[in-house]
């Protein structure tokens, strides 16, 4: 079955659709760049501001005329911390069903599967952690995402190493916050634990 990933927004959103996209292909999907070909279609999107969520809407109407005239079935929404679920997303929509799935903002979505990359060249982005705890009026992030949680740093080391046994010499730390990176990580007197620079001299 032919699926086509459309993702918008920052690098963040990307890792998660290479997460899935990782999923899928373990699953016997075949990727595909053209709509006309699609059985399912995914839109990753973003709405961290109004012209994000603008652009997020006009691909999803755009999109949404391939469930008539083309041959793309699949009807389901899932929040931004339960993309782990995409295959049982389009498993049950293919199944007659329609899927929701809306996860609490606590926790970080794990798929062991081999992610896709997409970036192509010598560098991939690494996702270290989700959420924000800044609450800057323009942004709808710690709404959209929840509050920092960090990847744990043997996960982060591990995954540099795996991409550089694939070749891949740079790898771009992302985030939404970089430096909060460990900050709910805290001993009993309060003091974080470890922090971006912890994390920086394990991965170098």
Not at 94 to 108: H, I, S, V
Not at 117 to 129: P, Q, R
Not at 142 to 171: C, F, I, N, W
Request: charge should be negative; hydrophobic fraction near 35%.
């Amino acid at each position: 079955m032919k699926v086509l990933f459309i993702s918008l927004g920052c690098d963040k959103n990307l890792v998660d659709s290479e997460h899935m996209l990782g999923l899928l292909v373990e699953h016997g999907f075949e990727i595909t760049d053209s709509e006309e070909d699609a059985e399912v279609i995914v839109i990753n999107t973003c709405c961290f501001i109004h012209d994000a969520k603008e652009e997020s809407i006009q691909n999803i109407l755009e999109m949404a005329k391939y469930r008539t005239a083309g041959s793309c079935k699949v009807d389901a929404v899932l929040g931004t911390n339960s993309y782990d679920k995409i295959l049982d997303a389009i498993q049950d929509v293919l199944g007659g069903d329609r899927f929701q799935e809306y996860a609490d903002l606590k926790g970080l979505p794990k798929i062991d599967a081999q992610r896709v990359v997409t970036t192509g060249g010598h560098y991939e982005y690494l996702k270290i952690a989700e959420g924000c705890d800044k609450h800057c009026t323009y942004c709808i992030i710690p709404y959209a995402r929840g509050r920092v949680r960090s990847r744990k740093k043997e996960d982060v080391v591990e995954e540099v190493r795996t991409l550089a046994k694939h070749g891949y010499q740079e790898v771009v730390l992302t985030g939404i916050h970089l430096s909060s990176y460990g900050l709910e990580w805290k001993d009993e007197n309060g003091k974080q634990t470890e922090g971006l620079l912890d994390l920086i001299r394990a991965v170098h």
